[in-house]
């Protein structure tokens, strides 16, 4: 079967594409999840998906009024980053919690689940690219606050979508009785293995996305920056 049958079929399957479209509308304006998502991961084995992500995105969305308030206000910025840490926290790992749906959706046929992986992992691409971009537009054309207002909005409506789909009001986690001690998947060596060789690369993409937008605004304005991140990013789409 060719590749884009393949991907015509996942995309067939009841339900993938609205929580494939949910999942983006979600995560267009965000960062993907970090060290945080270990802990809501935990939260979701133990009491479902929709019980933690509404919750979460509510909670980022009114960390980002907080942070449009306080700069407005003209509070501290140890107070300001303190806020955008807990903001950040509580962003809602769509893709995480999508992953674990796939294969009962396109039948479990192994073909097709890794096709659908690929779809995902496709999508993530597209939002590292569209989020910058999206806040690019919003911010040259209206205002910064204006650009977090919509992140709010489009955080909260996108998981609100994904969290009252069927599959994931239905989903349970078969591990949400079991001890997974302090490390949880960290006991494994080969995993612990794989963080520390990709902690480097998570430096570099954070630096990235420090570096842009002060080299935007030194030498243009820091509008340019949601563009500068997205053509950067557009490259691991390749």
Same mark, same amino acid.
Not at 128 to 144: E, M, R
Not at 155 to 165: I, K, L, P
């Given at each position: 079967?060719?590749?884009?049958?393949?991907?015509?079929? /996942?995309?067939? *399957?009841?339900?993938? +594409?609205?929580? %494939?479209? @949910?999942? =983006?509308?979600? $995560?267009?304006?965000? #960062? &993907?999840?970090?060290?945080?998502?270990?802990?809501?991961?935990?939260?979701?084995?133990?009491?479902?998906?929709?019980?933690?992500? /509404?919750?979460? *995105?509510?909670?980022? +969305?009114?960390? %980002?009024? @907080?942070? =449009?308030?306080? $700069?407005?206000?003209? #509070? &501290?910025?140890?107070?300001?980053?303190?806020?955008?840490?807990?903001?950040?926290?509580?962003?809602?790992?769509?893709?995480?919690?999508?992953?674990?749906?796939?294969?009962?959706?396109?039948?479990?046929?192994?073909?097709?689940?890794?096709?659908?992986?690929?779809?995902?992992?496709?999508?993530?691409?597209?939002?590292?690219?569209?989020?910058?971009?999206?806040?690019?537009?919003?911010?040259?054309?209206?205002?910064?606050?204006?650009?977090?207002?919509?992140?709010?909005?489009?955080?909260?409506?996108?998981?609100?979508?994904?969290?009252?789909?069927?599959?994931?009001?239905?989903?349970?986690?078969?591990?949400?009785?079991?001890?997974?001690?302090?490390?949880?998947?960290?006991?494994?060596?080969?995993?612990?293995?794989?963080?520390?060789?990709?902690?480097?690369?998570?430096?570099?993409?954070?630096?990235?996305?420090?570096?842009?937008?002060?080299?935007?605004?030194?030498?243009?304005?820091?509008?340019?920056?949601?563009?500068?991140?997205?053509?950067?990013?557009?490259?691991?789409?390749?």
């Amino acid at each position: 079967m060719s590749a884009r049958k393949r991907y015509a079929r /996942v995309l067939r *399957a009841p339900h993938v +594409a609205p929580l %494939l479209a @949910a999942g =983006v509308v979600a $995560g267009a304006p965000t #960062a &993907p999840p970090s060290a945080k998502a270990p802990a809501i991961g935990r939260l979701v084995d133990r009491f479902g998906q929709t019980r933690v992500l /509404v919750p979460v *995105a509510l909670g980022h +969305a009114a960390g %980002l009024g @907080a942070l =449009v308030a306080l $700069g407005l206000l003209g #509070a &501290p910025l140890t107070l300001l980053m303190a806020t955008a840490l807990v903001t950040g926290i509580c962003i809602p790992p769509i893709s995480a919690v999508l992953r674990p749906l796939l294969p009962g959706l396109v039948g479990g046929d192994p073909e097709l689940v890794t096709t659908a992986y690929a779809l995902d992992a496709v999508l993530v691409e597209l939002v590292f690219v569209s989020g910058p971009l999206l806040t690019a537009v919003a911010t040259a054309t209206l205002s910064p606050v204006a650009a977090l207002v919509l992140a709010a909005v489009l955080v909260v409506a996108g998981t609100a979508a994904f969290a009252a789909s069927e599959p994931s009001r239905g989903w349970r986690s078969e591990r949400r009785d079991a001890g997974h001690g302090a490390l949880g998947a960290l006991r494994s060596a080969g995993l612990r293995t794989l963080v520390v060789v990709t902690l480097p690369i998570g430096f570099c993409f954070g630096a990235m996305e420090v570096t842009l937008p002060a080299f935007a605004e030194d030498v243009a304005n820091r509008a340019w920056a949601g563009a500068l991140i997205a053509i950067w990013s557009a490259a691991s789409g390749r």
